[in-house]
């Protein structure tokens, strides 16, 4: 599979069972349909999302994707993630594509993300 924004070959990366493609590019991450719900409800699993959210922001403004999945052409459409964040999304096969570093941002979103950085904080 190849990166549907730069275009560089995609790796299998696998966590507690669940595998999913991460760019060897720009790191950006690819999830099937089911596997953010089942990987975002893993602890640690941001861990997967080791790219640099600076990158991943510069990738985020690209428009006219084409769906890596899709052998007939399916054009991501853009989808908020919460928090500010813009993601793609499939409308064919439901993936959707993560630029680096918004996987651990849309991990912390929602109304217990300050609560988590504090507690962070308090136990680094
Ligand atoms: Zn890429
Ligand atoms: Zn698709």
Redesign the pocket.
């Known amino acids: 599979m190849k990166c549907p924004k730069c275009h560089a070959a995609m790796d299998s990366v696998r966590l507690h069972g669940v595998e999913i493609d991460r760019c060897s590019g720009c790191k950006g991450l690819w999830f099937d349909n089911g596997e953010l719900d089942t990987l975002g409800a893993i602890r640690d699993s941001e861990m997967l999302d080791l790219g640099s959210a600076a990158i991943g922001n510069i990738f985020n403004g690209q428009h006219d994707i084409d769906?890596?999945?899709?052998d007939d052409i399916?054009l991501?459409t853009k989808q908020l993630g919460g928090s500010g964040l813009t993601v793609e999304h499939?409308?064919?096969?439901?993936?959707k594509f993560f630029d680096a570093g918004e996987f651990t941002a849309y991990k912390y979103r929602g109304p217990l993300a300050p609560l988590r950085t504090l507690y962070s904080r308090l136990t680094a």
């Open positions: 769906c890596p999945r899709c399916a991501l499939c409308p064919q096969c439901q993936g």
